[in-house]
Antibody, heavy 121, light 105 residues
Protein backbone atom coordinates (compact mmCIF):
# COMPACT_ATOMS: atom_id res chain seq x y z
CA UNK A 1 0.00 0.00 0.00
CA UNK A 2 1.10 3.54 -0.74
CA UNK A 3 2.05 5.43 2.40
CA UNK A 4 3.15 9.03 2.81
CA UNK A 5 4.20 10.13 6.29
CA UNK A 6 5.04 13.75 6.97
CA UNK A 7 7.07 15.08 9.87
CA UNK A 8 8.79 18.26 10.95
CA UNK A 9 5.86 20.54 11.65
CA UNK A 10 5.57 22.62 14.79
CA UNK A 11 5.40 26.10 16.27
CA UNK A 12 7.78 28.67 14.83
CA UNK A 13 8.10 32.43 15.28
CA UNK A 14 7.48 34.85 12.42
CA UNK A 15 10.56 35.10 10.25
CA UNK A 16 11.68 31.65 11.30
CA UNK A 17 12.38 28.51 9.34
CA UNK A 18 11.29 24.91 9.35
CA UNK A 19 12.06 21.79 7.31
CA UNK A 20 9.33 19.32 6.55
CA UNK A 21 9.96 15.72 5.52
CA UNK A 22 7.82 13.08 3.88
CA UNK A 23 8.71 9.39 3.93
CA UNK A 24 7.20 7.48 1.04
CA UNK A 25 6.65 3.75 0.65
CA UNK A 26 4.66 1.27 -1.36
CA UNK A 27 5.56 2.56 -4.82
CA UNK A 28 8.57 3.39 -6.99
CA UNK A 29 9.20 6.85 -5.58
CA UNK A 30 11.57 8.05 -8.31
CA UNK A 31 8.92 7.55 -11.00
CA UNK A 32 6.46 10.08 -9.63
CA UNK A 33 6.11 13.81 -9.49
CA UNK A 34 5.56 14.80 -5.84
CA UNK A 35 3.81 17.81 -4.38
CA UNK A 36 3.19 19.80 -1.24
CA UNK A 37 -0.33 21.10 -0.65
CA UNK A 38 -1.37 23.13 2.37
CA UNK A 39 -4.64 23.86 4.09
CA UNK A 40 -5.04 26.68 6.58
CA UNK A 41 -7.35 25.86 9.52
CA UNK A 42 -10.94 25.79 8.29
CA UNK A 43 -9.91 26.91 4.80
CA UNK A 44 -9.46 25.43 1.34
CA UNK A 45 -6.60 23.65 -0.38
CA UNK A 46 -3.59 25.48 -1.81
CA UNK A 47 -0.97 23.81 -3.99
CA UNK A 48 2.47 24.90 -2.75
CA UNK A 49 5.23 23.18 -4.71
CA UNK A 50 5.94 20.35 -7.10
CA UNK A 51 9.07 18.39 -8.01
CA UNK A 52 9.51 15.92 -10.83
CA UNK A 53 10.86 12.42 -10.32
CA UNK A 54 14.39 13.35 -11.33
CA UNK A 55 14.25 16.78 -9.64
CA UNK A 56 14.86 18.53 -12.97
CA UNK A 57 11.50 20.32 -12.94
CA UNK A 58 10.49 22.28 -9.86
CA UNK A 59 7.62 24.75 -9.58
CA UNK A 60 6.18 26.88 -6.79
CA UNK A 61 3.02 28.81 -6.06
CA UNK A 62 3.57 32.56 -6.26
CA UNK A 63 2.71 32.86 -2.55
CA UNK A 64 5.83 30.88 -1.53
CA UNK A 65 8.27 31.51 -4.38
CA UNK A 66 11.65 32.66 -3.07
CA UNK A 67 10.86 31.51 0.48
CA UNK A 68 10.22 27.78 0.19
CA UNK A 69 12.39 25.12 -1.42
CA UNK A 70 11.30 21.62 -2.36
CA UNK A 71 13.74 18.75 -2.78
CA UNK A 72 13.80 14.97 -2.79
CA UNK A 73 16.13 12.06 -2.12
CA UNK A 74 15.16 9.14 -4.31
CA UNK A 75 17.67 6.85 -2.61
CA UNK A 76 15.82 7.40 0.66
CA UNK A 77 12.29 7.68 -0.85
CA UNK A 78 11.94 11.05 0.82
CA UNK A 79 10.50 14.44 -0.04
CA UNK A 80 11.39 17.67 1.72
CA UNK A 81 10.12 21.23 2.00
CA UNK A 82 12.30 23.97 3.44
CA UNK A 83 10.19 26.84 4.73
CA UNK A 84 11.93 30.20 5.29
CA UNK A 85 10.80 33.71 6.20
CA UNK A 86 7.59 32.34 7.66
CA UNK A 87 4.58 34.51 8.45
CA UNK A 88 1.20 33.90 10.06
CA UNK A 89 -0.26 33.37 6.58
CA UNK A 90 1.83 30.20 6.30
CA UNK A 91 0.04 28.57 9.23
CA UNK A 92 -1.52 25.42 7.81
CA UNK A 93 -1.49 21.67 7.62
CA UNK A 94 1.09 20.70 4.99
CA UNK A 95 0.32 17.58 3.01
CA UNK A 96 2.74 15.45 1.01
CA UNK A 97 0.89 14.39 -2.13
CA UNK A 98 1.65 12.02 -5.00
CA UNK A 99 0.51 12.44 -8.59
CA UNK A 100 -1.87 9.82 -9.90
CA UNK A 101 -0.02 9.37 -13.19
CA UNK A 102 3.63 9.07 -14.17
CA UNK A 103 4.50 11.97 -16.43
CA UNK A 104 2.22 14.54 -18.03
CA UNK A 105 -0.71 16.38 -16.50
CA UNK A 106 -2.00 14.61 -13.43
CA UNK A 107 -4.39 15.06 -10.56
CA UNK A 108 -3.38 14.03 -7.05
CA UNK A 109 -4.08 10.51 -5.84
CA UNK A 110 -2.36 9.83 -2.53
CA UNK A 111 -2.17 12.21 0.43
CA UNK A 112 -0.25 11.93 3.66
CA UNK A 113 -2.00 12.75 6.92
CA UNK A 114 -0.28 16.12 7.05
CA UNK A 115 1.92 18.00 9.47
CA UNK A 116 0.78 21.20 11.16
CA UNK A 117 2.90 24.32 10.89
CA UNK A 118 1.92 27.14 13.23
CA UNK A 119 3.60 30.53 12.86
CA UNK A 120 3.08 32.65 15.94
CA UNK A 121 5.06 34.79 18.35
CA UNK B 1 -5.56 30.06 -13.61
CA UNK B 2 -8.33 30.89 -11.13
CA UNK B 3 -11.03 28.37 -10.23
CA UNK B 4 -14.40 29.57 -8.96
CA UNK B 5 -16.85 27.13 -7.38
CA UNK B 6 -20.49 27.69 -6.60
CA UNK B 7 -22.29 27.54 -4.34
CA UNK B 8 -20.02 27.89 -1.30
CA UNK B 9 -22.52 25.99 0.81
CA UNK B 10 -25.27 23.65 -0.29
CA UNK B 11 -27.99 22.40 2.06
CA UNK B 12 -29.60 19.17 0.93
CA UNK B 13 -31.43 16.08 2.12
CA UNK B 14 -30.65 12.41 1.70
CA UNK B 15 -31.87 11.33 -1.72
CA UNK B 16 -31.54 14.77 -3.32
CA UNK B 17 -29.81 15.41 -6.62
CA UNK B 18 -27.20 18.11 -6.15
CA UNK B 19 -24.95 19.94 -8.57
CA UNK B 20 -21.77 21.89 -7.87
CA UNK B 21 -20.28 24.06 -10.58
CA UNK B 22 -16.70 25.09 -11.20
CA UNK B 23 -15.53 27.78 -13.59
CA UNK B 24 -11.97 28.23 -14.83
CA UNK B 25 -10.60 31.66 -15.70
CA UNK B 26 -9.22 30.26 -18.96
CA UNK B 27 -9.56 27.17 -21.10
CA UNK B 28 -8.34 24.06 -19.27
CA UNK B 29 -9.71 21.52 -21.81
CA UNK B 30 -10.72 18.52 -19.69
CA UNK B 31 -7.89 18.73 -17.13
CA UNK B 32 -10.16 19.01 -14.16
CA UNK B 33 -10.51 16.86 -11.04
CA UNK B 34 -12.97 16.72 -8.17
CA UNK B 35 -12.11 15.82 -4.58
CA UNK B 36 -14.21 15.07 -1.52
CA UNK B 37 -12.95 15.97 1.93
CA UNK B 38 -14.69 14.88 5.10
CA UNK B 39 -14.10 16.64 8.40
CA UNK B 40 -10.69 15.81 9.80
CA UNK B 41 -9.76 13.64 6.82
CA UNK B 42 -7.59 14.05 3.76
CA UNK B 43 -9.09 14.82 0.35
CA UNK B 44 -10.11 11.86 -1.79
CA UNK B 45 -10.00 11.94 -5.59
CA UNK B 46 -13.45 11.33 -7.07
CA UNK B 47 -13.22 12.31 -10.72
CA UNK B 48 -10.42 13.25 -13.12
CA UNK B 49 -10.28 14.30 -16.76
CA UNK B 50 -13.55 16.10 -16.02
CA UNK B 51 -15.70 12.98 -16.20
CA UNK B 52 -13.63 9.85 -15.44
CA UNK B 53 -14.71 8.21 -12.21
CA UNK B 54 -11.91 7.14 -9.90
CA UNK B 55 -11.90 3.44 -9.06
CA UNK B 56 -14.27 2.62 -6.23
CA UNK B 57 -16.27 5.84 -6.47
CA UNK B 58 -20.04 5.20 -6.60
CA UNK B 59 -21.84 5.71 -9.91
CA UNK B 60 -24.08 8.35 -8.36
CA UNK B 61 -21.18 10.77 -8.83
CA UNK B 62 -20.98 12.31 -12.30
CA UNK B 63 -18.61 14.90 -13.73
CA UNK B 64 -19.21 16.92 -16.85
CA UNK B 65 -17.91 19.89 -18.80
CA UNK B 66 -14.91 21.07 -20.75
CA UNK B 67 -13.13 24.31 -21.51
CA UNK B 68 -14.08 26.66 -18.67
CA UNK B 69 -17.37 25.29 -17.31
CA UNK B 70 -17.63 22.11 -15.25
CA UNK B 71 -20.09 20.42 -12.94
CA UNK B 72 -20.19 17.67 -10.35
CA UNK B 73 -23.57 16.06 -9.87
CA UNK B 74 -24.50 13.64 -7.11
CA UNK B 75 -27.70 11.73 -7.93
CA UNK B 76 -29.34 10.45 -4.79
CA UNK B 77 -27.30 12.00 -1.99
CA UNK B 78 -26.24 9.48 0.67
CA UNK B 79 -25.35 10.18 4.32
CA UNK B 80 -21.67 9.49 3.59
CA UNK B 81 -21.63 12.17 0.85
CA UNK B 82 -21.84 15.11 3.24
CA UNK B 83 -18.59 17.01 3.32
CA UNK B 84 -16.64 19.54 1.29
CA UNK B 85 -15.94 19.21 -2.43
CA UNK B 86 -13.09 20.87 -4.30
CA UNK B 87 -12.43 21.18 -7.99
CA UNK B 88 -8.84 21.35 -9.25
CA UNK B 89 -7.38 22.28 -12.59
CA UNK B 90 -4.17 20.59 -13.68
CA UNK B 91 -3.84 22.04 -17.16
CA UNK B 92 -1.24 24.58 -16.04
CA UNK B 93 0.31 23.86 -12.67
CA UNK B 94 -2.43 23.16 -10.13
CA UNK B 95 -5.21 25.34 -8.71
CA UNK B 96 -8.09 24.41 -6.43
CA UNK B 97 -11.50 25.96 -6.20
CA UNK B 98 -12.45 27.43 -2.83
CA UNK B 99 -14.67 24.47 -1.95
CA UNK B 100 -18.38 23.68 -1.62
CA UNK B 101 -19.65 22.42 1.70
CA UNK B 102 -22.56 19.99 1.31
CA UNK B 103 -24.51 19.95 4.54
CA UNK B 104 -27.66 18.36 5.84
CA UNK B 105 -30.75 20.51 5.38
Amino acid sequence: DVQLVESGGGLVKPGGSLRLSCAASGFTFSHYNMNWVRQAPGKGLEWVASISGSSNYITYADSVKGRFAVSRDNAQDSLFLQLNSLSADDTAIYYCVRDKFVGGSSPFEYWGQGTLVTVSS
Amino acid sequence: IQMTQSPSTLSASVGDRVTITCRASQNINIWLAWYQQKLGKTPQLLIYKASTLESGVPLRFNGSGSGTEFALTISGLQPEDFGTYFCQQYNSLWTFGQGTKVELK
